[in-house]
């Protein structure tokens, strides 16, 4: 059920804090709260989602040089997964579409050392994907890109689950508890309501193949079409890779969160607008009271930035129908026990 809700001030910038923390895959989740408080005469209405509880699982024990390894006991682990092709999140009449995850995000919240971290996952990456047939039936679980996972489901939730739980069987079968999911095409509201995002064309990528204005080391600042382009081209460009468009991402988003915190400073109205603005546009199952606190907190805890995998990349040709990347499972392994591990107490 969709409901709406109206939002006090103080707690819609609080949410845009969280918004802002999310930013690394384009402005995050946060667009739900609950109230308690009077309202002000400029409050906005914000669109809330249901909640839903994914199953929990049991982390899996962990040593690192012989030392015995935990779960950290205070850990929130949420996945973020900015989509393509889809222009609704509701039901769709087949199991199999074409919305996939274009790029995806795991946020690593310690709430006992008050930190979060991000590792950032290449949607190329190969890992073990539950598919089901048009009528939605399981057909069995294949190896696959996991930006094909969002691929299977009728509804947003089942897109979203199913991409949560390929990206937990990659990452050692750790419990993901929570997931946001959000159109790409957010990227050219998020870049308008900081009046454009100001950003330094990265050389060596033919990127003026698709706009003029960018040209090798120009500072420019994008308009919202300009803004899709710097952070989705990439098939159109002599190297197609995916790494120099998530490098692009980064970019883009760290540009994106300066800017957004400065207009928080000067223009009250920026939050609930921008809240209000991508609102339509994105699915979480988590609920209004798990934000609000959460937002709370991420506003006092610590970022530690942004972690990234290292793999063996396969191209395009006799057995694969797409350029593939391999993980390298020891380096991920000491990237997952950096997030969500610590030494095994005695109690």
Same mark, same amino acid.
């Given at each position: 059920?969709?409901?709406? $809700?109206?939002?006090? &001030?103080?707690?819609?910038? %609080?949410?845009?804090?969280?918004?802002?923390?999310?930013?690394?895959?384009?402005?995050?989740?946060?667009?739900?709260?609950?109230?308690?408080?009077?309202?002000?005469?400029?409050?906005?209405?914000?669109?809330?989602?249901? %909640?839903?509880?994914?199953?929990?699982?049991?982390?899996?024990?962990?040593?690192?040089?012989?030392?015995?390894?935990?779960?950290?006991? #205070?850990? #929130?682990?949420?996945?973020?997964?900015?989509?393509?092709?889809?222009?609704?999140?509701?039901?769709?009449?087949?199991?199999?579409?074409?919305?996939?995850?274009?790029?995806?995000?795991?946020?690593?919240?310690?709430?006992?050392?008050?930190?979060?971290?991000?590792?950032?996952?290449?949607?190329?990456?190969?890992?073990?994907?539950?598919?089901?047939?048009?009528?939605?039936?399981?057909?069995?679980?294949?190896?696959?890109?996991?930006?094909?996972?969002?691929?299977?489901?009728?509804?947003?939730?089942?897109?979203?689950?199913?991409?949560?739980?390929?990206?937990?069987?990659?990452?050692?079968?750790?419990?993901?508890?929570?997931?946001?999911?959000?159109?790409?095409?957010?990227?050219?509201?998020?870049? #308008?309501?900081?009046?454009?995002?100001?950003?330094?064309?990265?050389?060596?990528?033919?990127?003026?193949?698709?706009?003029?204005?960018?040209?090798?080391?120009?500072?420019?600042?994008?308009?919202?079409?300009?803004?899709?382009?710097?952070?989705?081209?990439?098939?159109?460009?002599?190297? #197609?890779?995916?790494?120099?468009?998530?490098?692009?991402?980064?970019?883009?988003?760290?540009?994106? &969160?300066?800017?957004?915190?400065?207009?928080?400073?000067?223009?009250?109205?920026?939050?609930?607008?921008?809240?209000?603005?991508?609102?339509?546009?994105?699915?979480?199952?988590m609920s209004a009271n798990d934000l609000s606190n959460l937002a709370a907190k991420l506003r006092e805890y610590k970022d530690l930035g942004t972690l990234t995998t290292i793999g063996e990349i396969v191209e395009e040709g006799p057995g694969h129908l797409f350029r593939e990347f391999y993980v390298n499972k020891d380096d991920l392994? $000491?990237?997952?026990?950096?997030?969500?591990?610590?030494?095994?107490?005695?109690?």
């Amino acid at each position: 059920m969709i409901m709406a $809700k109206k939002i006090t &001030k103080q707690t819609v910038l %609080t949410l845009a804090g969280v918004a802002i923390a999310f930013a690394g895959v384009f402005g995050g989740a946060v667009v739900i709260s609950k109230i308690n408080e009077k309202q002000p005469a400029n409050a906005a209405e914000v669109t809330s989602v249901t %909640t839903y509880t994914p199953q929990k699982k049991e982390a899996p024990a962990m040593t690192s040089e012989s030392t015995e390894l935990q779960f950290k006991k #205070d850990m #929130d682990l949420i996945l973020v997964m900015g989509t393509d092709n889809r222009k609704t999140l509701g039901e769709e009449e087949s199991y199999i579409n074409y919305s996939q995850a274009d790029c995806i995000y795991l946020y690593a919240i310690d709430h006992k050392n008050k930190t979060y971290q991000v590792l950032q996952i290449s949607r190329e990456t190969m890992c073990d994907v539950q598919t089901y047939t048009t009528g939605g039936q399981p057909f069995g679980v294949d190896k696959m890109q996991i930006c094909l996972a969002h691929s299977y489901g009728k509804n947003e939730r089942e897109r979203c689950l199913n991409t949560v739980d390929a990206a937990s069987g990659l990452l050692f079968n750790i419990p993901i508890a929570h997931y946001v999911s959000f159109g790409m095409d957010s990227i050219g509201v998020l870049n #308008d309501k900081v009046g454009g995002v100001t950003v330094t064309v990265p050389a060596g990528e033919g990127l003026s193949e698709v706009d003029p204005a960018f040209v090798d080391g120009a500072t420019i600042t994008l308009d919202g079409k300009q803004a899709e382009l710097f952070v989705r081209t990439r098939y159109v460009l002599k190297n #197609d890779h995916n790494e120099p468009r998530m490098a692009r991402q980064e970019i883009f988003m760290k540009a994106f &969160k300066e800017q957004a915190k400065a207009k928080m400073e000067t223009d009250q109205n920026f939050a609930p607008s921008l809240l209000l603005a991508l609102s339509d546009n994105m699915y979480s199952d988590m609920s209004a009271n798990d934000l609000s606190n959460l937002a709370a907190k991420l506003r006092e805890y610590k970022d530690l930035g942004t972690l990234t995998t290292i793999g063996e990349i396969v191209e395009e040709g006799p057995g694969h129908l797409f350029r593939e990347f391999y993980v390298n499972k020891d380096d991920l392994q $000491k990237k997952v026990i950096e997030l969500c591990y610590e030494p095994k107490s005695e109690s």
